[in-house]
């Protein structure tokens, strides 16, 4: 395992490099995030452990950040006095973009997959915003009336964009369809929603809707989503009959924070939670793996290091497919492979 | 600022629930930005007893206007829920809203939803707002018992539904059909009691405190001396249906529908004239116009049960309401639930868990009265003003529905 140290920066968020595999990117604010100047660093695997090759430094707290899919050394990220910035390792000290248009703190923001001139951004002022890097305005608002914690392009659609907020719901918008009063949307999906099938270990009375503070796509299943938050209780939704979840996995016990589907495994995500914990999930979607389908998740490995809130999670591209990087409040960056930390049951 | 609200966002993960979804500020929410009513009193003697139903009303608007100042012009519909006005009373409240200082331009409905047309008529303007429909509204609610309540107010059944089982059942008066689902539910009388002695307490206190004072709009009126047969101009300002009782003077009284029954007028609501009235809007309309928001409007629920278990309504309609909302019921910090009567108001909290002291908080129709359509509105004003008094959030009105029916909706106090 390695470890880097944010000191002064209790870090929100950390990202693979898409273009090497020995690049990661932490998205950081002093005091918690609660007030105060933010920090990005660019942070380089070496033969000598992790080694900070830049940071930039911001007027308000990142909590996230994106990796540009169009050029290598840029990235873009999401603040607290509603910015987007767009940082270029290889210039100066300042941002070679900005993005202003947002009423509060941006709380995502995500490069498009698939076609790579676009990325968006998602807000405490209850919108979903899709940009150009071309474009000082944005190039259409999603209006989502409550607190946008997570939106996503679907990585395997151009213009597929969903989102999670405050209001227990995960919405789906196609751009392609005519703006109208749905502004695009095409499905809300309420998490909350008692499951299809019965998940043993999982009381039948949800507490009911609590916040959702993360989702995530799928990387080989085009339908499959996965959604975590307050409640603790990590959820798939399949948007071919949406309207409950497929599968739970209860476990954390306190808000999950980050989750991640594995970029080599189809039924694998990992998760970080303010219970500390990061933990490695199967949806038991695997048949190959001894999964049958729906309703049979389970945890396979926690990973139980960091002593403050786990915030962010993400899978390396490259290589073996287990290395992954986490990042927490207890201001350290841990690199590890979670093959390590998995059961053997 | 920015801090704050993020230390409160962060605390806000540590507990699973929706409340943080549900008070947060949006220019779309439906806000309360003025609510009162008129003082209720006693149906037959107390002091409306010689005030019309429409003269109420013109009270409570006149009121209205005044505390909010807002320009009148600016109200596009006004509905009053009232129960038992011949012709629902349609005619006399618009005369009423244009004698108060509403223009013509200010449209007025009346609506009849029984014991919830108050309610009914709040949620019928939120969501006219909510529509686009409106853009500023009046929910009231008005009902002068002293001077219309009897055998007129329902039209006699036609063989078509007395030959129907259910439907003849509608008939059943309320005070029978609590009764036996008193017995049936096996609520004792000693329970209803101790639950109707607590409105009394509570309702007293507040009223010693002077807590109502904040909702209640004083109004002259015209009153004849019973003694004297003399007219006289009074003004009405306090509740006169509140007197001290204990639950051993309730013990002593007599069973009114049935010999060895259990429900008695000391605890069933009391027949009463009052009205109510709440004005609502956007809240952006509100900051625009520089009203002071009080609370917003969520959501609400209207169920339908078996007309003879009328009084379990409110069980039924309140996780409907919450599950609207978003919220659990241990999110809720107060519930105003109509006491028709104290056996249904006190099954209702049993059966759905909410902890008594969350309930009626300062006393309810018990104590000081029922005016059947006036109820729904009334509920709004002690709600959100007691919600602010002692620094909560969330609110919930409900009431049991004659015929058999519940209503619900839930509130947020800023």
Known sequence: ?345 | MSAQNRMSQVSGHMSATGKAGLTEKRPDDIVVTTALRTAITKGGKGGFKDTPAADLLHGAFTGLIQRSGIDPSFVEDIAVGCVLAPGGGATEYRAAALAAGFPESTAVKSLNRQCSSGLSACVDIANAIRSGMIEIGVGAGVESMSTQYGPGAVTEFSELLENHETAAECKVPMGMLSEQMAKDRNVARKDQDKFAAESYRKAGEAQKQGLFDQEIMPMKVKWTDPKTDEEKEITVARDDGVREVTEESLGKIKPAFAKNGSIHAGNASQISDGAAAVLLMKRSTAERLGQKIMGKYVAASVVGVPPLLMGIGPWKAIPVALEKAGVSKDDVDIYEINEAFASQCLWCANELGLPLEKINPKGGAIAFGHPLGCTGARQVSTLLYELKRTNKQIGVTSMCVGTGMGMAAVWVAE
């Not at chain 1, 997959?113 to 944005?138: A, M, Q, R, Y």
């Not at chain 1, 679907?154 to 369809?177: A, G, K, M, N, Q």
């Not at chain 1, 949307?185 to 609590?210: R, W």
């Open chain 1, 1 to 345: 395992m390695l470890e880097f140290r944010t000191a002064g920066f209790n870090p929100y968020s950390v990202k693979y490099s898409p273009f090497f595999d020995s690049r990661l990117a932490v998205g950081a604010g002093a005091n918690f995030g609660l007030v105060g100047n933010g920090r990005l660093f660019i942070l380089n695997l070496t033969a000598n452990g992790i080694v900070c090759e830049k940071f930039f430094e911001t007027q308000d707290c990142l909590f996230d950040l994106t990796w540009s899919e169009q050029h290598e050394n840029q990235l873009l990220t999401a603040g607290g006095d509603g910015s987007i910035k767009l940082f270029d390792i290889g210039v100066g000290e300042f941002p070679v973009a900005g993005w202003q248009e947002h009423g509060r703190e941006v709380f995502s923001v995500h490069w498009n997959l698939v076609n790579k001139g676009t990325f968006l951004s998602s807000s405490w002022d209850g919108t979903v915003k899709i940009w150009t890097p071309e474009k000082k305005e944005s190039l259409m608002t999603l209006p989502v009336h409550s607190c946008v914690y997570s939106a996503q392009f679907s990585p395997h659609h151009p213009e597929i964009v969903t989102c999670v907020s405050r209001d227990s719901h995960l919405r789906v918008y196609d751009l392609r369809t005519k703006p109208s009063a749905q502004n695009h949307m095409t499905l809300a999906i309420p998490i909350h929603a008692p499951p299809k099938i019965s998940t043993p270990g999982f009381g039948q009375t949800s507490v009911g809707p609590t916040e959702c503070l993360t989702h995530d796509w799928n990387k080989y299943r085009d339908s499959v989503v996965a959604t975590a938050g307050v409640d603790g209780v990590i959820r798939t939704f399949d948007m071919r009959m949406p309207s409950g979840p497929v599968n739970v996995l209860p476990g954390h016990e306190y808000a999950v924070r980050k989750i991640s589907w594995s970029p080599h495994l189809s039924d694998v995500l990992l998760s970080a939670s303010y219970d500390m914990t990061c933990r490695v999930w199967t949806d038991g979607s695997n048949v190959d793996q001894g999964g049958n389908g729906s309703g049979l998740g389970r945890e396979m490995g926690r990973m139980d290091r960091h002593t403050e809130f786990a915030m962010g999670v993400d899978w390396c591209l490259f290589g073996a497919e287990g290395w992954c990087s986490t990042c927490a409040w207890d201001e350290r960056v841990l690199v590890w492979d979670v093959r390590e930390f998995m059961r053997t049951n």
